[in-house]
């Protein structure tokens, strides 16, 4: 089975900037369609879903929370996924994942990465 493995968090002061990375173990997993999702701290049954482009780069969709400040961009050649993160904010605070978008095949979650905003 295929492992995603996100990486890239850390810890930010506001208004600070991160690059996350999301790359699949299998070479043929086919990352057309991507998304990043995040978990807030004391929130575990919630798992929002941020971003997500279908079809390449044919349709991209922002959450309100994140629009104008994330992006997310990919490397074909290196099988990767990114999610630019700026100007970040303490409410930005959470474990994130990527996945394929809600509604598509889902492939196993990965461990995710912790960003922490400070203020």
């Known amino acids: 089975q295929v492992q995603l493995v996100e990486s890239g968090g850390g810890v930010v002061q506001t208004g600070g900037s991160l690059r996350l990375s999301c790359t699949a173990s299998d070479t043929t997993f086919n990352m057309i369609n991507m998304a990043w999702y995040r978990r807030a701290p004391g929130k575990e049954r919630e798992l929002r879903e941020l971003?997500?482009?279908?079809?390449?780069?044919?349709?991209?969709v922002y959450a309100d929370s994140v629009k104008g400040r994330f992006a997310i961009s990919r490397d074909n050649a290196k099988n990767t996924v990114y999610l630019q993160m700026n100007s970040l904010r303490p409410e930005d605070t959470a474990v994130y994942y990527c996945?394929?978008?809600?509604?598509?095949?889902?492939?196993?979650w990965g461990q995710g990465t912790l960003v922490t905003v400070s203020s």
């Open positions: 996945n394929r978008p809600r509604g598509r095949h889902l492939a196993p």
């Open positions: 971003v997500a482009v279908i079809g390449g780069d044919v349709n991209t």
